[in-house]
């Protein structure tokens, strides 16, 4: 997410480089660009989640169609995760706003959290290598298997959410998975 932040930050203008300099604003900018840049990472873990989410349903008509109708369930319990978990993280407040004002995030709960982000990515690789053995499975054996293996990712996802909103609030995240 630091790559982020620093596009964020690059790309203010002259006025707002300006600004910077008065006391106590730089603080505010500061604040803003994570805040710009939490979205649009948000944004991008979200568009990913969905389109996992839409290939495990194009999987699940596979499914159907290989006569598994015993799966269809559990790889709707799939698709339903990912789906659940991408609203989840688009549908979050931005930015940490309110939570700079009133939670003060220190620098090791900043990095929990980055490390939190990155976790995003790395678990959609690897639901998206549990679809591609899932889609591989499909119509041998292995099948059931494979689905689980997905649907543990989909949960891990969700749970990582939890703990991310847990690090930034210190409550318990909304339900959602």
Not at 65 to 74: F, R, V, W
Not at 131 to 157: C, F, H, P
Request: hydrophobic content about 40%.
């Amino acid at each position: 997410m630091s790559d982020l932040f620093e596009l964020v930050k690059g790309e203010q203008d002259i006025f707002k480089k300006l600004l910077s300099y008065i006391p106590g604003f730089s603080g505010y900018i500061e604040r803003t660009h994570r805040r710009a840049a939490d979205k649009l990472l948000r944004e991008q873990v979200a568009l990913r989640y969905m389109e996992l989410a839409g290939r495990a349903s194009r999987l699940q008509v596979e499914i159907g169609g290989a006569g598994e109708i015993a799966l269809l369930d559990d790889m709707e319990a799939v698709a339903l995760k990912l789906r659940t978990f991408a609203d989840r993280i688009k549908n979050a407040s931005y930015g940490y706003s309110g939570f700079f004002d009133a939670v003060k995030i220190n620098e090791k709960e900043l990095e929990q959290i980055y490390q939190f982000d990155t976790a995003f990515f790395i678990l959609a690789d690897q639901v998206n290598n549990s679809l591609d053995t899932v889609e591989g499975a499909i119509g041998g054996d292995g099948l059931k298997s494979a689905i689980r293996a997905a649907n543990e990712l989909a949960r891990q996802a969700n749970e990582t959410f939890d703990r991310r909103y847990q690090v930034i609030t210190g409550e318990d995240a909304p339900s959602g998975g």
